[in-house]
């Protein structure tokens, strides 16, 4: 299939699953309101469903999800969909998912099933001749680290050329996370200021407030490490780091975002701290001796011209005072202090964006406080995106719509995985111990040793 060609059918494998349940229905059935769905849905699962049971799935999940479905959209979804019930390692579960597809050309074929099944799937699809003239979405992980990423690339590069790969990240597709980049390269005002002339620091936070909340199996075998900081908020890095693109062309996105990655320092245990909340060893699922990571706090650099000594500070974790996503840019203070006196330490300015819960984006300027006295007083400029969220595509209708339609901008290509990979694994072969920090606190107390020389700032939440 060719970039820019609009597929004309869909195969969802892994339909009966979670991931499909919470988050692919829903995005199905707007791009049926919009008129956007192909007229073929073909599922594959090893549930031996009949289509009225898959179609009744369908609907008690958009129920649930709390969608009140307009019956000629519920229709037209529930109209086109399909299913194939088989292992996905029989070839004749393939020769039936090809019988499905008689009447399709170009379909789109989204694996939401286990990283360890797309061997045997993406083989199944060439046994019928489907990757000559399909795409194939992966979600992550996209390997377990380096040398698994590149056994997975080799495995798929035998049947699908690169550009008809599209590894699904969908923190891309998320409306704050184009804002940031929207507002980097619209704004002429930043550029002169972008770099480490005038920028002293960056702080990345994920924070969640709750724990694995019954994902102890999945979890225990991922750590934070591999759940966000190696895919996640490495491509927020890449955002705020990256060069501006040559052009709006896919590659020229995608080529900035990489070179970021490849400039950027592998982590070092030195520089990183591990931690587990209290507890999670008696979480289901999770081994009572275990090593894995609830919260990592780590420093890195950038070793390019426009980055080279400014340092990247990064924390996420669970069982935290607060859920945030944001990103702070801190700019250097003034050469010298004007307008303070021993009570007033202004703050340097700094750049808020803000994924979660909200996305807001927050510049702090100083200016003069009210009164005789000339002192000044942090004044937020704050942008909030207070359109209703229901007329914004939600993150996975966004990324399936691109998939259907060849646009791989918002996606991971396999040079930009690999070098993300690179980065994490040094503290995945030998990391730090983990140490313990209690449910609801900022971490082990050890994570000070890798905070910003000011300490993290606080979110908004907290002031």
């Not at 694996?111 to 979405?137: D, H, K, Q, T, Y």
């Not at 724990?211 to 966000?228: M, N, P, T």
């Not at 340092?311 to 859920?323: C, E, N, Q, S």
């Amino acid at each position: 299939m060719k970039l820019g060609e609009r597929a004309d059918g869909l195969v969802l494998f892994g339909i009966t699953g979670d991931l499909a349940a919470k988050k692919l229905f829903a995005s199905l059935y707007r791009l049926a309101g919009r008129d956007r769905l192909p007229a073929t849905v073909v599922g594959v699962a090893s549930s031996p469903w009949s289509i009225d049971q898959l179609r009744d799935h369908v609907s008690s999940s958009l129920s649930e999800s709390g969608i009140e479905a307009d019956a000629v959209v519920l229709n037209r979804l529930l109209d086109a969909l399909r299913y194939v019930s088989g292992d996905y390692r029989d070839a004749e579960t393939f020769r039936r998912l090809g019988e499905a597809l008689s009447d399709v050309v170009a379909p789109v074929c989204y694996l939401a099933i286990p990283p360890s099944l797309f061997g045997p799937v993406v083989e199944g699809l060439a046994s019928i001749g489907l990757n000559g003239r399909s795409r194939v979405v992966l979600e992550k992980p996209f390997g377990r680290d380096l040398a698994s990423a590149r056994e997975l690339n080799d495995t798929l590069h035998a049947h699908y050329d690169e550009g008809s790969i599209f590894r699904i990240d969908h923190f891309l597709g998320k409306e704050p996370v184009q804002n940031l980049m929207v507002f980097r390269f619209a704004n002429s005002i930043l550029e002169p200021i972008w770099n480490r002339h005038y920028i002293d620091s960056v702080q990345i936070t994920m924070a969640e407030s709750f724990g694995i909340e019954g994902r102890g199996r999945f979890y225990d075998k991922v750590g934070a490490l591999k759940d966000v900081v190696q895919n996640h908020l490495l491509q927020m890095v890449a955002l705020l780091a990256m060069e501006p693109p040559v052009s709006d062309e896919p590659d020229a996105l995608r080529d900035e975002r990489a070179k970021v990655l490849t400039a950027m320092r592998p982590f070092e245990a030195e520089s990183l701290v591990r931690g587990q909340y209290d507890g999670y060893g008696d979480e289901d699922g999770v081994d009572p001796a275990s090593d894995t990571e609830t919260y990592v706090a780590l420093r890195t650099e950038i070793d390019s011209w426009r980055w080279a000594g400014v340092p990247w500070y990064i924390r996420a974790g669970k069982g935290l005072p607060v859920t945030v996503t944001e990103a702070i840019i801190e700019f250097k203070r003034p050469p010298r202090p004007l307008f303070t006196d021993a009570g007033c330490d202004p703050h340097p300015n700094h750049l808020r964006f803000r994924m979660k819960p909200d996305g807001a984006i927050t510049l702090e300027l100083q200016a003069k406080r009210p009164g005789d006295a000339l002192l000044s007083e942090t004044v937020p400029l704050r942008l909030v995106n207070d359109t209703d969220e229901s007329e914004h595509n939600t993150a996975y209708e966004r990324l399936l719509d691109d998939a259907l339609n060849g646009d791989p901008r918002l996606f991971a290509r396999q040079d930009g995985v690999e070098a993300a990979w690179r980065i994490v694994d040094p503290v995945l072969v030998d990391p730090p111990r983990v140490e313990p920090y209690s449910f609801g606190t900022w971490g082990p107390t050890s994570a000070s040793s890798v905070e910003p020389s000011g300490g993290w700032h606080e979110t908004e939440e907290q002031l």
